[in-house]
């Protein structure tokens, strides 16, 4: 069996791992770089495989950075099945056909307003183009063995988001697993990761292998954030994942305000992406902590903004008030157009509730810088700009550190580091290697593994 590492190397995003066993090639997921302008520049690369001869994608769960590149592969002509959880599909559905009407949208304002080097932008996929590739997706249950070839796949629940899973691999009588993205034990919504089987191999993610949640309480750092926002007679503005996070913290707005630690102030879930998901929260409902009645509770306390108009008639609201909206990570969506018109009110506070790549608008923001660019313009910041921590859907290192002696691995499994940024990946090998008996590496870009 090979392995070679396409992405997800050295960076938190774009990834992608080759398998080849015999006769079958398989890639288990398809994401797209985010971040830094050379990592976005690999997703105009073409990936050194035939993508032909690819007999099928896997993918954990439905985020842009294990998901998005599916469309991309399409229009290059690939029409294999791609396997996932069901939850992990019906949310696919949403995000892949957004992807495709962002990127859409972006290029038509870059060519407007002439702010793209290039003199005419081009989208890498289209809403069209992603919304086609969707007739390739195929559902698997947990802990249902299925056949790709020579090789026999296991899906099994990994916390993080709905759907989301570690993926188990059996062929040439070896055992391979692939972390995924792994939630907290301790996550406001999802279940708990369960502990992975007996292997030989686990390419393991380190987003947080160089930092810990600590043991603030979450609710309590909101509760101080929404106050002072309101003292000020401020917007409090939240760059929110559409999946996961943003579910989260209207939970979490829901519970403060039913337990008078916050005032009543309007929610606006300005994101019409993050609405048709919290639809799909509540269908599979089974997959998390929250009951129907929590759902619905949570739908009567926010406003939907789901059309453009509806989204700029914000602005004009002057009392204190809520707006939730994407992108996590303030790279695109319409938080960028409220951060335009606000971020330059010292009443304003920008609230990051999750995971931040280097190189984004958001991580750029949390570093102190005076000024951000949006949209061609440098604009000064004289909002509060703060972070939420310990609701991240990753758990940190003592929490993997603890999910793996959990589990059924001997010390003779070898681990390969991944999806993380260097200094995570450094770390967390150097934590492992200290207090577990792993053979612990972290994996580089384009790096072939043979078992």
Excluded at 21 to 31: A, F
Excluded at 61 to 90: C, E, M, N
Excluded at 100 to 105: D, L, S, T
Excluded at 334 to 339: A, L, S
């Amino acid at each position: 069996m090979n392995i070679t590492f396409l992405g997800g190397t050295e960076t938190v995003t774009g990834s992608k791992y080759f398998v080849e066993s015999g006769n079958t090639k398989i890639l288990i997921d398809c994401g797209l770089y985010q971040g830094y302008k050379w990592l976005r520049e690999r997703n105009r690369e073409p990936l050194p495989l035939d993508i032909q001869s690819l007999d099928a994608i896997i993918l954990t769960h439905a985020h842009l950075d294990h998901s998005g590149f599916i469309p991309a592969l399409y229009k290059q002509g690939y029409r294999g099945p791609v396997y996932a959880h069901a939850a992990t599909i019906a949310l696919c559905t949403i995000l892949l056909p957004d992807s495709g009407k962002i990127q859409e949208e972006d290029a038509r304002y870059f060519s407007k307003y002439k702010i793209s080097k290039h003199q005419s932008p081009e989208p890498l996929y289209d809403k069209s183009t992603a919304e086609a590739s969707l007739a390739l997706f195929k559902a698997v249950p947990f802990e249902q063995d299925f056949s790709i070839g020579d090789i026999t796949v296991t899906l099994q629940s990994a916390g993080h988001i709905l759907g989301a899973a570690s993926i188990i691999l059996q062929a040439e009588g070896k055992r391979v697993g692939f972390s995924g993205d792994v939630g907290q034990p301790n996550d406001v919504i999802m279940y708990p990761p369960k502990p992975l089987p007996a292997l030989d191999l686990l390419m393991l993610e380190s987003t947080y292998g160089n930092r810990l949640h600590g043991n603030d309480d979450p609710y309590k750092q909101l509760a101080k954030v929404v106050n002072n926002t309101a003292k000020k007679g401020g917007v409090l503005l939240i760059p929110s994942f559409a999946v996961g996070r943003t579910e989260a913290i209207q939970h979490m707005l829901a519970t403060l305000i039913a337990e008078k630690r916050i005032p009543k102030l309007p929610i606006y879930l300005d994101s019409p992406m993050a609405i048709s998901v919290f639809d799909i929260y509540c269908q599979f409902d089974e997959l998390h902590r929250l009951n129907r009645a929590q759902c619905h509770d949570m739908t009567n306390l926010v406003k939907f903004t789901r059309d453009v108009e509806e989204s700029k008639l914000l602005h004009d609201i002057v009392m204190p008030h809520i707006i939730i909206a994407g992108s996590g990570m303030a790279t695109g969506g319409r938080i960028i157009h409220h951060m335009k018109r606000r971020i330059g009110d010292h009443r304003t506070t920008v609230l990051f509730i999750g995971y931040v790549s280097g190189g984004t608008r958001g991580a750029k923001m949390l570093l102190g810088c005076e000024r951000v660019k949006i949209h061609g313009q440098w604009l000064p910041i004289k909002a509060d700009i703060e972070v939420l921590h310990g609701l991240s859907g990753h758990g940190d290192y003592v929490d993997l550190t603890n999910w793996l002696v959990s589990s059924q691995l001997s010390n003779n499994t070898q681990i390969q580091l991944v999806h993380g940024d260097p200094d995570a990946s450094e770390a967390m090998r150097d934590h492992l290697r200290q207090h577990t008996k792993f053979d612990v590496e972290v994996a580089s870009y384009h790096k072939i593994l043979r078992l």
